[in-house]
């Protein structure tokens, strides 16, 4: 492994010499958000100490089906959500300046479950509950820009359409306590539960048309058209720990719910980008990345229950917001 390096934060003037028997070997000076990265076993290896900070303002619609034989027993559910979840991400770029990127996600998620517990032990209104469930994703997102500022002082814009379908799947345990209190048709409550999730993911990325601007310190800003030829294939497993407290009042037919969580995980990700231009000969790239982070979201939400409540069969509809903030760390090796 030969000494690790960064990337500078500009390219230096020729200097002269300080006298007639030797050059002035001072190195530039490193841009403050330029990632750590050294040559190891013929790739690259590269870790970036600042976070990498999203942010998704998400909103979505849901409809759910319940059955519950017995009151107070086990109960079986499914449902189907469609969400829109923009995303703006913020983080350093490989030349030591800032990039801010903003997609547009669609996504549609199947959702089955099964729920035991006691719901009101010895009258108390309070009750514990567990269960399991299993969720499928799939995600399209496209086109994709990106805003670059860089220590020079340049400044570029690039709009890519890269359509990119994603798919996702999760399974999870889940566990909690629930308090209750009802008079005369209304009712609240509020609650603590924990979550494990495993979830694993694909992602199919097409290349695509695009256009860059871009402007300098000095000479005239550029608009000029792009082709991305490339295609890319990832596979990814995360571990999600998650912690959420969750509070409710209803209504009649009508529920509203508020809540919060936090989930601490990390995700190991195994990505393969091929090119389309067979005249240029590109050889496959292979990266691995390691991505530990934080995910913190809270939520807001009302429903209607399509069915009278004391049936064992439930049929709801409903719209959430459901903003999170999510902060990571990235290291990853590229062959």
Known sequence: ??????????RSPTLQPQNNNE??????????????TAKVFGGEAKFQPIPTVTFVPATSATI????????????????ATARFLPEITLRPNDAGGLNVSVTPKMQLELNADLTVGIPNILGTGIGVKGGGGASKWFTF???????????DLSFNVNANFNPALTT?????????????????????????????THQMQQEFKLGGPGVK????????????????????????????????VNANAQAGPVTVNVGAGISPGVTVKYKVTLSTDLASKTPPKTEVSV???????????????????????????????????????????TI
Do not use: C, H
């Open 1 to 10: 492994m030969s000494q690790i390096y960064a990337n500078p934060l500009y």
């Open 23 to 36: 050059v002035n070997k001072q190195q530039p000076p490193r841009a403050l958000t330029a990632p750590y």
């Open 64 to 79: 759910a089906a319940r059955l519950t034989p017995l009151p107070g027993g086990p109960s079986v559910g499914a449902s």
């Open 141 to 151: 997102n496209a086109p994709q820009a990106s805003f670059n500022l860089n220590p």
């Open 168 to 196: 996702t799947q999760r399974i999870g345990l889940n566990g909690g306590v629930q308090g209750s209190v009802s008079s005369s048709g209304f009712g609240a409550g509020a609650g603590v539960e924990q979550a494990f």
């Open 213 to 244: 601007f871009e402007m300098t310190p000095v000479g005239k800003p550029t608009i000029t058209a792009n082709l991305d030829r490339t295609v890319s294939i990832s596979n990814s497993y995360s571990f999600l720990p998650r912690t959420s």
């Open 291 to 333: 991505s530990p982070g934080v995910r913190v979201d809270g939520s807001f939400g009302v429903g209607v229950s399509l069915l009278p409540r004391d049936w064992p069969v439930s049929l709801s509809a409903s719209v959430a917001a459901q903003p999170y903030v999510r902060v990571s760390a990235d290291a990853s090796y």
